[in-house]
């Protein structure tokens, strides 16, 4: 069911049509994003094995630097969106019924520096550009906060996961752990809320960062009880992935991925805006 959420607003500050959504529709959305895969496995896997990849080289690096890891894996996690834009297209592909293979993962990465030079910067590529700094600064705030709070509560040094895992996760009373779970949710929650179609709002269409951040914002507003079950199952997910020593991750990012194209193509009607398509004719 479509609600717009700027009927008023001059074209300039227009956002995309909302549509509200059934509570289990969400779990339809990994559904789709398994059918994805099953179409173009080798490419799917590759992100998640990338990414696995990534992680395992940052745990090796900084094995005895806690904070060091934390960081850089909170940060990569959280720029995510930004990391699954081929798969974006490989599902819009997909869908178009348009041949998918490695030249399409090129041209995701490619295209709009190609397409927008003489451009407005706001567009295009320098959006996924400026949207994947913005989500990596507010990792970088939450790694900041999380390292305060540790430091100040907890009874001893924080070093390394081990320290991590017996002192915080495994404190005698878990009040520690239950306080660090609250401030990463309560600073999540605009992070989600800012993020959750925003990137394939940027892949499929002619919009600024602002107005895909804010037509997110809608989208979260419109369906709050929805959106608060997808958050739960990328939590899930992505704990899941981390839990096996990383190795899940490899099939976890590319489910996401997929299932946000899905979650984007329920959630908005944006052909009010230029898709990027049109705009390389």
Known sequence: MPSSHSPHLPPSLALPMVRTIGLL???????????????APLLSLVHGLFLALFGAAIMALGHDRFWFVAGTLSGFLIVGPVVATSLYAISRALE????VGLGLVWQTWTRWQRSHAGAQQHQGYWSLVRFGLLLALA???????SASLIYTMSPVRIDT????????????????????????????APIFASSVVAMPLLLDRRISVSRAVLTSWAVVLANPVPMALWAALIVMLTLLGLGTLLVGLVLVMPLLGHASWHAYR???????????DAERA
Do not use: Y
């Open 25 to 39: 529709r969400p779990l339809s959305w990994l559904g789709l994003a398994l059918r994805d895969m099953a179409r």
């Open 96 to 99: 178009r019924g348009e041949p």
């Open 139 to 145: 990792a970088t705030g939450w790694v900041a906060i």
């Open 161 to 188: 996961p081990m320290d991590f895992l017996r002192h915080v996760v495994l404190g005698s009373d878990g009040a520690l752990f239950a306080i660090w779970l609250a401030l990463g949710s309560f600073l999540a």
């Open 266 to 276: 329920d959630l908005v009607d944006a052909s009010a805006f230029a898709t990027v």
